[in-house]
């Protein structure tokens, strides 16, 4: 199938992918002043003496925010809001099929990040979560933390954190399959965009000692400048413990781990068997992926995952965001923490049994009905436990 053909003209017959539901009957007049005028002033009071009652009296409970500025939009780049509106009307699709979540998309016209925020901030009161989407680095690391300092809401970034919890999912299980453990493992990651800085920082709180970082002018090290920002800085600072320089090949050079989130073709045969022993390779960018399987495997590699769904072990985010806003609003949490992105980590790797651990199968498929609830049930424990539950 030509998918972009056949998907532009099935847009052309949806007009939108999402639409409003009325879920109260208006056809009489006692039903319209039970729903509007008169009588919805009482819940409008309730609410006024105590704006926590918006979650009882309103569909705030279960709404979710979609907000992006177009600028890093799949894989096409800043391409502009109204441009990005197809993809942000997707992702609230899925909220709904997957988690049942309710979500509304917001497409700003800014690049800039107080703006941003301000306008997601004057908002924030009307939902019960915010996910930021598409956003450009390092502009969207500035956003998530200025939004989580001034809402009282969860704030998630899914290019972040949601590949980041895929990611050590499927890498728990494939360390399994070639019996490393993570503290044990050499992980170099290729991008420093916005997935594999949180990939990194996923992978360092879940006990990760040896990870590096690589962008296109190559490993990122303690002093390096040329094409450094502050991010990536910071990063610098928490990684390469060894103090690697040079290129991509030289930074995977014995490693155990590969985790790509970069450019198509960016590893070759060579580059692999350069590394260490039953390699595991995630190669993520998407269509493209950095190195296809079958070449992955032919050069030693003993595990290989990418993006695409035609292909084994997918790396897709729909099987952490919806699961964790649906365990996130449960709780009403205030927040989507390390803790809960975490257990929603481990409850992925957990669905993925030794029985059906192999190297094609290291994490479930999208569209495991078991997967929402697994993820859901983790995320309001660990929320609990930690303290961001309200609930």
């Known amino acids: 199938m030509d998918y972009a053909k056949e998907s532009l003209r099935l847009h052309g017959e949806w007009r939108g992918k999402i639409e409003i539901a009325v879920r109260v009957p208006v056809q009489t007049k006692e039903e319209l002043a039970l729903a509007y005028t008169p009588g919805v002033a009482q819940p409008c009071l309730e609410i006024q003496k105590d704006v926590d009652r918006s979650y009882d009296l309103t569909r705030r409970w279960n709404l979710c925010l979609v907000a992006t500025d177009g600028s890093a939009v799949l894989g096409l780049g800043d391409i502009g809001p109204e441009a990005g509106m197809p993809v942000m009307e997707g992702k609230c699709a899925l909220f709904k099929a997957f988690g049942g979540v309710d979500a509304f998309p917001l497409c700003i016209r800014s690049h800039d990040a107080d703006e941003i925020v301000e306008t997601i901030y004057r908002i924030s009161g009307s939902f019960g979560g915010v996910n930021l989407e598409d956003i450009s680095a390092p502009r969207c690391f500035e956003i998530e933390r200025k939004l989580k300092e001034r809402c009282d809401v969860p704030i998630f970034h899914d290019d972040q954190h949601g590949t980041a919890v895929i990611t050590l999912a499927g890498l728990t299980n494939a360390l399994k399959l070639t019996g490393r453990t993570l503290p044990e493992a050499r992980v170099v990651i290729n991008g420093a965009g916005a997935a594999a800085i949180a990939i990194a920082k996923l992978l360092i709180g879940a006990g990760a000692r040896d990870v590096t970082l690589c962008d296109r002018t190559g490993v990122l090290h303690r002093g390096r400048e040329q094409g450094m920002n502050w991010i990536k800085a910071e990063m610098a600072e928490v990684t390469n413990p060894a103090g690697i320089r040079g290129t991509l ?143």
């Open 249 to 391: 090949a030289d930074a995977m050079r014995g490693a155990d781990v590969f985790i790509g989130v970069s450019a198509p073709g960016a590893v070759t045969q060579d580059m692999v068997r350069s590394m260490a022993k039953d390699p595991i390779l995630f190669a993520c960018a998407n269509p493209t992926p950095e190195i296809f399987p079958d070449e992955a495997l032919s050069a030693g590699a003993k595990v290989v995952a990418t993006g695409r769904s035609d292909l084994p072990n997918q790396i897709n985010n729909v099987l952490a965001f919806p699961g964790i806003f649906r365990g996130a609003f449960d709780v009403r949490a205030r927040d989507i923490n390390e803790e809960m992105k975490m257990a929603a980590a481990n409850a992925l790797a957990d669905l993925v049994d030794e029985a059906s651990l192999r190297p094609d199968f290291i994490i479930p498929n999208a569209m495991d009905s078991r997967v929402v609830h697994a993820v859901s049930r983790a995320v309001a424990e660990a929320a609990r436990k930690s303290g961001a539950a309200r609930l």
